[in-house]
């Protein structure tokens, strides 16, 4: 009986041996994933941003009417 | 460098929802995920005001502060994205985020002849207004329109929500410039400024002095 015991004990401690940490570790604000590439890294724009920044800029008066049409006094 | 907003002027939104068709169809959308939406408020009532939501790209996104796992980045142009291969489908973004914009896909939602995507966990990996500028895939690559959408900031173009739109109550583009546009809108009206909230999101930047209107 008594080996029976120390079996079991010596089990039971042994089997916390088999384990391992399993939380993630956490990195602070560093981007895990994939580069992505950057809009103006293209043949169209020379690889240049100052390029696409225009081309989008002058885009985006096409949303403002009043360049197309003076308001009526 | 660019840093590239969306502005929704509540005072020209008649909420015809073509934002919100016009993202859907260009990037393909599945069902049950809704990039984008129009929120009204006092609905049938005197003073009643739509506006247009979908992520804002915050300039301090709370959704990267959150993630466990740091699958958002900020491009140089000022627009949050994030890596699906990464994404867990946590959820923690969508908690954090006031716009409500992360979205997440199931299998219940799906059309048709699709693929469920919920095999990692029951919510699915991440889903949200890429501000039409991909992710990161090759720009333009099958791959990034499966995963992401169509990457129209990378032909010159801007997000079809806002070309697509009809009264030009959402604008998309450079802050400055679209803040310029916005203000002379203001000017016209002639009633006052009806702005909130503004200078954190589209007010200079502090190294360059903010705007304290």
Redesign the interface.
């Known amino acids: 009986m008594r080996a029976f015991h120390v079996t079991f004990l010596l089990a039971a401690l042994l089997a916390g041996c088999g384990e391992y940490r399993q939380s993630?570790t956490?990195?602070d604000?560093?981007?895990?994933?994939?580069?992505?590439?950057?809009?103006w890294?293209?043949e169209?724009?020379m690889h240049d941003?100052s390029v696409?920044?225009q081309?989008?800029?002058e885009?985006?008066?096409?949303?403002?009417?009043?360049v197309r049409t003076e308001?009526q006094e | 460098?660019?840093r590239m907003k969306f502005i929704c002027d509540v005072e020209r939104c008649i909420e015809c929802n073509a934002c919100v068709t016009a993202c859907k169809n260009e990037h393909e959308v599945p069902w049950g995920i809704n990039r984008r939406r129009v929120i009204t408020v006092n609905d049938g009532q005197m003073g009643e005001k739509s506006v247009s939501v979908a992520c804002m790209h915050c300039t301090d996104a709370p959704c990267m502060a959150v993630c466990?796992?740091?699958?958002?980045?900020k491009?140089?142009?000022g627009v949050v994205?994030?890596?699906k291969?990464?994404c867990i489908g946590c959820g923690y973004c969508s908690y954090a985020c006031p716009f409500d914009a992360p979205q997440f896909p199931n299998s219940a939602g799906k059309a048709p002849g699709e693929s469920a995507t919920d095999f990692f966990v029951a919510r699915g990996k991440m889903d949200k207004c890429t501000y039409c500028?991909?992710?990161?895939?090759?720009?333009g690559s099958e791959a990034e329109f499966e995963k992401y959408g169509r990457n129209r900031?990378?032909?010159?173009?801007?997000p079809l929500c806002?070309?697509m739109?009809s009264t030009?109550a959402l604008?998309?583009?450079?802050a400055p410039?679209?803040v310029a546009?916005h203000e002379?809108?203001i000017e016209?009206r002639g009633y006052g400024d009806t702005r909130w909230g503004w200078d954190m999101a589209y007010g200079r930047a502090e190294n360059e002095g903010a705007d304290k209107t």
């Not at chain 1, 604000?29 to 809009?39: E, I, S």
């Not at chain 1, 885009?59 to 009043?66: D, I």
């Not at chain 2, 500028?133 to 720009?139: F, L, R, S, T």
């Not at chain 2, 604008?171 to 450079?174: I, P, Q, T």
């Open positions: 993630v956490y990195e604000g560093g981007y895990q994933g994939k580069k992505d590439t950057r809009m890294d293209s169209r724009f941003p696409w920044k081309m989008v800029n885009r985006t008066q096409h949303q403002n009417e009043y308001p | 460098m660019a466990p796992v740091n699958c958002f980045y491009t140089e142009d994205l994030h890596d291969d990464i500028a991909g992710g990161p895939e090759e720009n900031l990378a032909e010159g173009k801007l806002a070309e739109c030009k604008l998309a583009g450079d410039v679209i546009i002379h809108r016209q």
